[in-house]
T-cell receptor, first 112, second 113 residues
Framework: QKEVEQNSGPLSVPEGAIASLNCTYSDRGSQSFFWYRQYSGKSPELIMFIYSNGDKEDGRFTAQLNKASQYVSLLIRDSQPSDSATYLCAVNKDNAGNMLTFGGGTRLMVKP | GAGVSQSPSNKVTEKGKDVELRCDPISGHTALYWYRQSLGQGLEFLIYFQGNSAPDKSGLPSDRFSAERTGGSVSTLTIQRTQQEDSAVYLC???????????FGPGTRLLVL
């Protein structure tokens, strides 16, 4: 079992719809969780991070964390074609400055 | 302010040659990370620096890989006797402190022929 798992996709949604991206992790001691967006041929850029159970909203993006079930999700409301990218889930296991463990990413396609 | 910069942006080399990849972190960031991303794959952790020391080298794939950081700033990742499987994008990230958010550079695309 991979430490951080994501459905590779592609996830295809129509413009204006809600895109739901999911991520599960295996280490129950994981402390912080990040969503990065990566356009083709570009480096990852941070969208959101979340530490506590529940929802965290930032504009059109909402991160949801459920530590008991060991999953974290990213919702994108009013999806735009410009949101089309690969979304990487990353987990920092112990907040001690170790590396981020990344999932393989989910490719999102938003169709006009 | 300036972000993380990396050089060269692209590197083509022959199998068996040594290569050096450079990373300039965001000014003031104490933590620096190297990752590798193969085509269509996720990011693979290589090494992490806190200041000039590397408390976690667990991700280096072989003894052909080494990295150093000087002056708490610039870092160099060296790959000796390159192999074709070393072809990937090498990404550097930095964070203000080890527990802060990591910001990525544009990467170095390495192709070993």
């Amino acid at each position: 079992q991979k430490e951080v798992e994501q459905n590779s996709g592609p996830l295809s949604v129509p413009e204006g719809a809600i895109a739901s991206l999911n991520c599960t992790y295996s280490d129950r001691g994981s402390q912080s969780f990040f969503w990065y967006r990566q356009y083709s041929g570009k480096s990852p850029e941070l969208i959101m991070f979340i530490y506590s159970n529940g929802d965290k909203e930032d504009g059109r993006f909402t991160a949801q964390l459920n530590k008991a079930s060991q999953y974290v999700s990213l919702l994108i409301r009013d999806s735009q074609p410009s949101d089309s990218a690969t979304y990487l889930c990353a987990v920092n296991k112990d907040n001690a400055g170790n590396m981020l463990t990344f999932g393989g990413g989910t490719r999102l396609m938003v169709k006009p | 302010g300036a972000g993380v910069s990396q050089s060269p942006s692209n590197k083509v080399t022959e199998k068996g040659k040594d290569v050096e990849l450079r990373c300039d972190p965001i000014s003031g960031h104490t933590a620096l990370y190297w990752y590798r991303q193969s085509l269509g794959q996720g990011l693979e952790f290589l090494i992490y620096f806190q200041g000039n020391s590397a408390p976690d080298k667990s991700g280096l794939p072989s003894d052909r890989f080494s990295a150093e950081r000087t002056g708490g700033s610039v870092s160099t990742l060296t790959i000796q006797r390159t192999q074709q499987e070393d072809s990937a994008v090498y990404l550097c990230a930095s964070s203000l402190t080890p527990v802060e958010t990591q910001y990525f550079g544009p990467g170095t695309r390495l192709l070993v022929l």
